[in-house]
């Protein structure tokens, strides 16, 4: 199993442009998660899943956009990419049969100048 | 509104020494309780967790206490080793974690040979 992957790894972005972070799980997972993290300030969520076709918003919502068609899948949008959205963001999934136990990708680091 | 507050923000410790950590929630519908340790570069990997109806949870040389009274949870680290340098984020969901985990700010243990 290859748990829970992401790409890119890392991406640098101009100031309005647009992009999509892939995620994707092999776990058979219902939840998936979407976090952010900046430097001092953990891990601060961002959309989450409890299945294909169900999303809503997290903490820290504005600026992006989600869809789950799919189980495995839970691509995360930015729309007008702004320097506020520099960060490592972090792809989970999880399962309500596991304890809510999150498993983490390696992330993505995005730079948007 | 920060429902989970993590101490210290850096803590320096002797090889062989005991590393503690310290976090408080607020919010006393949390039911699970995990601890995850990140590497630089790395995503966030769990490390032990616990539900409120034990005080103790050990696993190997990592220990979590839990006081649900004072709601408090803590993190100790036996015999520490300089690989277990690293960042350590205490967390809480409820509900098995389907609206995703709070996370503290997070510990940079630095564990010195």
């Known amino acids: 199993n290859a748990g829970v992957t992401q790409t890119p790894k890392f991406r640098i972005l101009k100031i309005g442009q647009s992009m999509t972070l892939q995620c994707a799980q092999d776990?058979?997972?219902?939840?998936m998660y979407w976090y952010r993290q900046d430097p001092g300030m953990g891990l601060k969520l961002i959309y989450y899943?409890?299945?294909?076709?169900?999303?809503d918003k997290g903490e820290v919502p504005n600026g992006y956009n989600v869809s789950r068609s799919t189980t495995e899948d839970f691509p995360l949008r930015l729309e007008l990419a702004a320097p506020s959205q520099t960060s490592v963001y972090f792809c989970a999934s999880g399962n309500v049969r596991e304890g809510g136990e999150q498993y983490f990708g390696p992330g993505t680091r995005l730079t948007v100048t | 509104q920060q429902q989970v507050k993590q101490s210290p923000q850096s803590l320096i410790v002797q090889k062989g020494g005991i590393s503690i950590i310290n976090c408080a929630y607020e919010?006393?519908?949390?039911?699970?309780f995990p601890w995850y340790q990140q590497f630089p570069g790395k995503g966030p990997a769990l490390l032990i967790a616990i539900r409120p109806d034990v005080s103790e949870k050990k696993e190997g040389r990592f220990t979590i206490s839990f006081n649900k009274s004072a709601k408090q949870f803590s993190l100790h680290i036996m015999d520490s080793q300089p690989g277990d340098s690293a960042t350590y984020f205490c967390?809480?969901?409820?509900?098995?974690?389907?609206?995703?985990?709070?996370f503290g700010k997070g510990t940079h243990l630095i564990i010195q040979p």
């Open positions: 967390a809480a969901h409820s509900g098995g974690g389907a609206d995703g985990l709070t």
């Open positions: 919010n006393t519908a949390f039911d699970y």
């Open positions: 899943s409890v299945g294909a076709g169900i999303t």
């Open positions: 776990m058979n997972h219902n939840y």
